[in-house]
């Protein structure tokens, strides 16, 4: 098992320019969420998904899109890139009200 | 969710154990209480989560007081590897939203 994947690891973008998190995990948990953490803060909840074809909002959706066709995938996409989306990015999948995974974050530059 | 409150920050004496307290009035009787940490800059690890009764696995032990309206998480001989921000989250309804406080900062000191 590979747990929770994410790519690209890092990846800087310019203003405007509009990119897709990739986060794939092969633990057929039906529960994924994305999150961003700035610098020395606590993690946000952006979306998330209770399984294929059902995503909601979270605490910070605004100027990001998500999708969900396959149980393994939740990739989140950024379109019209702005400074303030400058974070690390992390994705998590969990079997219900079990314990949920991580993956090792997308550290995302906006300049 | 029920709202968790935490100190914003501990300190610990290497070999001693960490008491790091949460605080769960709110919580209804089918939630669960999780604990996880995050060291650094790396994605947040699972501890130990409960409903009811006290747990103990291989990283920690958590006390849930018989209300169930504060619960305690204790690393028996903390090291400086465990020095992280600990999160006690208590995600509610059917959604099972995960959501995240401020956490506490333990520090865990030579």
């Known amino acids: 098992n590979a747990g929770v994947t994410q790519t690209p690891k890092f990846r800087i973008l310019k203003i405007g320019q509009s990119m897709t998190l990739q986060c794939a995990q092969d633990?057929?948990?039906?529960?994924m969420y994305w999150y961003r953490q700035d610098p020395g803060m606590g993690l946000k909840l952006i979306y998330y998904?209770?399984?294929?074809?059902?995503?909601d909002k979270g605490e910070v959706p605004n100027g990001y899109n998500v999708s969900r066709s396959t149980t393994e995938d939740f990739p989140l996409r950024l379109e019209l890139a702005a400074p303030s989306q400058t974070s690390v990015y992390f994705c998590?999948?969990?079997?219900?009200?079990?314990?949920?995974?991580f993956g090792q974050g997308t550290r995302l530059t906006v300049v | 969710d029920a709202k968790t409150t935490q100190p914003p920050s501990m300190d610990c004496a290497e070999g001693r154990a960490a008491n790091l307290p949460c605080n769960h009035s709110?919580?209804?009787?089918?939630?669960?209480v999780y604990w996880y940490r995050q060291i650094h800059s790396q994605g947040p690890q699972y501890i130990i989560h409960g409903l009811k009764n006290n747990e103990t696995n291989e990283m920690a032990s958590l006390i849930i007081t018989e209300d169930r309206k504060s619960s305690t998480l204790i690393l028996p001989h903390a090291t400086l590897r465990d020095t992280a921000v600990y999160y006690c989250i208590v995600p509610g309804g059917s959604n099972y939203k995960l959501t995240f406080g401020k956490g506490t900062l333990l520090t865990v000191n030579p």
């Open positions: 633990m057929n948990h039906n529960y």
């Open positions: 998904s209770v399984g294929a074809g059902i995503t």
């Open positions: 709110t919580i209804s009787g089918n939630e669960y």
């Open positions: 998590a999948s969990s079997y219900m009200n079990t314990e949920a995974f």
